[in-house]
Nanobody, 120 residues
Framework: QVQLVESGGGLVQAGDSLRLSCVAS????????MGWFRQAPGKEREFVAA????????YYADSVKGRFTISRDNAKNTVYLQMNSLKPEDTAVYYC?????????????WGQGTQVTVSS
């Protein structure tokens, strides 16, 4: 089992930045691909970003490419999502998740989510 706890969400204005954190406990953190997803009201959950076990490869949704950066610190069992130039359409509950290998789907473990609200 892997337990994931997100933090760092909040209410910001358009153009501001936020950094989300996700701390993992349980089984070996460094053996998992880590991802961030989001779900806006009335919409399906969507992929935002993912990072490989070592952190050497990253993947982004087109909607956030160039604005968001995913990173991880395996010594701290933590994955981050740095979000810059936030837009109102980034408003959603953000979830971190752990996958044994897949990048875009088949994530086995999920956090409880953290709310990000971007006002215009």
């Amino acid at each position: 089992q892997v337990q994931l706890v997100e933090s760092g969400g909040g209410l910001v204005q358009a153009g501001d930045s936020l950094r989300l954190s996700c701390v993992a406990s349980g089984r070996t953190f460094s053996s998992y691909v880590m991802g961030w997803f989001r779900q806006a009201p009335g919409k399906e959950r969507e992929f935002v970003a993912a990072i490989s076990w070592s952190g050497g490869r990253t993947y982004y949704a087109d909607s956030v490419k160039g604005r968001f950066t995913i990173s991880r610190d395996n010594a701290k069992n933590t994955v981050y999502l740095q979000m810059n130039s936030l837009k109102p359409e980034d408003t959603a509950v953000y979830y971190c998740a752990a996958s044994p290998g897949s990048i875009y789907r088949n994530y086995d473990y999920w956090g409880q989510g953290t709310q990000v609200t971007v006002s215009s």
